[in-house]
């Protein structure tokens, strides 16, 4: 497998940063892409994916979050990081860290990739999704309601994932409805 890394160096107006950890009672999540894509990586590595799925994931991948970061500068954003190799339930975590407000989120409204939750279900299942389980689980509430399966997809560690963030609730679903109109 071929890997590679990348660092990108620049400056940000004080005012125009977004802290991944500042959000405030009441807001909304919002999350602008499915969840998923490391478990349907995984399948089509074991040919066990469809080329429909494929795509599906490859095309997320290939979307930047630069677009969904234009449409959000329109709006309160409060706090917001990436999802990626940690995972949703893992960034989450991250994002209630030193804040004194936790995060509630509701796993039937998460979209989720392709087959994603079958291939968690079949056991193809990335590595990283296990140890973002061992690391983070004890800091999720309630996470041992979860079917087995949809714990993994919570924390499939993604590749080129969506933003989660926080705006005030009565601007969500204006942000939302901008976010689908992109």
Not at 139 to 165: H, I, K, M, W
């Amino acid at each position: 497998e071929v890997k590679f890394g990348l660092c990108v160096n620049g400056t940000v107006h004080p005012d125009r940063i977004w802290s991944n950890n500042t959000y405030r009672s009441g807001e909304a999540l919002i999350l602008t892409k499915s969840i998923g894509v490391g478990l349907v990586n995984t399948a089509a590595r074991a040919n066990m994916a469809s080329a429909e799925e494929e795509a599906q994931a490859l095309a997320s991948m290939m979307r930047l979050n630069k677009d969904a970061a234009e449409v959000l500068r329109h709006f309160s954003v409060s706090a917001c990081t990436d999802v990626t190799g940690f995972g949703l339930l893992g960034h989450a975590c991250e994002m209630a860290a030193d804040n004194p407000v936790g995060a509630v989120i509701d796993s039937s409204l998460v979209p989720i990739i392709g087959n994603a939750l079958e291939h968690a279900r079949m056991g193809l299942i990335p590595a990283g999704a296990y140890t973002n389980v061992s690391y983070r689980r004890r800091f999720v509430s309630g996470e041992e309601l979860l079917d087995e399966d949809l714990r993994f997809v919570l924390f499939d560690p993604q590749t080129s994932g969506g933003l989660l963030a926080c705006v005030p609730q009565q601007e969500a679903d204006a942000a939302i409805g901008a976010l689908r109109e992109q």
